[in-house]
Nanobody, 115 residues
Framework: QVQLVESGGGLVQPGGSLRLSCAAS????????LGWYRQAPGKDRELVAA???????NYADSVKDRFTISRDNAKNTVVLQMNSLKPEDTAVYYC?????????WGQGTQVTVSS
């Protein structure tokens, strides 16, 4: 079992930046993919970005060229650097860890982009 703890959310003005961090503990050896999802009010949860243990990345079209996901395997953390934030990026952001048999979620962190 994997435990995930997110940090770094908050309120930011349009055009600003935020950095989300997720620390993994537990059965971290089993993790294949680490990712970030988000869920806005009234909408389904959607993939924002993901990174494999080998470093391959995948981004939602809406965040390409603005967000960057990175992974520190030694520290068991995954970071989402978010630049040029827009009001439509407002959502609860969830860290996700996937192995061949299980999927784990963090508790979520609120990101609000507003002037």
């Amino acid at each position: 079992q994997v435990q995930l703890v997110e940090s770094g959310g908050g309120l930011v003005q349009p055009g600003g930046s935020l950095r989300l961090s997720c620390a993994a503990s537990g059965s971290i050896f089993s993790i294949n993919v680490l990712g970030w999802y988000r869920q806005a009010p009234g909408k389904d949860r959607e993939l924002v970005a993901a990174i494999t243990s080998g470093g391959s990345t995948n981004y939602a079209d809406s965040v390409k060229d603005r967000f960057t996901i990175s992974r520190d395997n030694a520290k068991n953390t995954v970071v989402l650097q978010m630049n040029s934030l827009k009001p439509e990026d407002t959502a609860v952001y969830y860290c996700n860890a996937a192995s061949s048999t299980t999927v784990s979620w963090g508790q979520g962190t609120q990101v609000t982009v507003s002037s």
